[in-house]
């Protein structure tokens, strides 16, 4: 059984960064490729980013694209989302997830086995 722990939400003014972080405890952290999915009020949680196991690979939603990195380091069994050029649009609960499976829709909610408990993101315009 893998828990992840989110942290480093908050309020920031439009046009400012934030970075979460996301540990993982339980599990082996490099059996799972990571990923980043939001949900904000009144609407369906949405694909954000991804990184594969070793981290080589990543993929991002197009609405984050050129402003949203994700990271992970194995040693620390985390993974990071560095959010850069905020929105006021971004404003969303931000969750991490893990998954077991390759091979498989890393933006599909239903391919991922653990999920942390949230971390508010609020910006200000």
């Known amino acids: 059984q893998v828990q992840l722990v989110e942290s480093g939400g908050g309020l920031v003014q439009a046009g400012g960064s934030l970075r979460l972080s996301c540990q993982a405890s339980?599990?082996?952290?490099?059996?799972?490729?990571m990923a980043w999915f939001r949900q904000a009020p009144g609407k369906e949680r949405e694909f954000v980013a991804t990184?594969?196991?070793?981290?080589?690979?990543?993929s991002y939603a197009d609405s984050v694209k050129g402003r949203f990195t994700i990271s992970r380091d194995n040693a620390k069994n985390t993974v990071y989302l560095q959010m850069n050029s905020l929105k006021p649009e971004d404003t969303a609960v931000y969750y991490c997830?893990?998954?077991?499976?390759?091979?498989?829709?890393?933006?599909?909610?239903?391919?991922?086995?653990?999920w942390g408990q949230g971390t508010q993101v609020t910006v200000s315009s």
């Open positions: 997830a893990a998954r077991f499976r390759v091979g498989v829709s890393a933006s599909s909610r239903s391919e991922y086995d653990y």
């Open positions: 339980g599990g082996t952290f490099s059996l799972y490729a």
């Open positions: 990184i594969s196991r070793s981290g080589a690979i990543t």
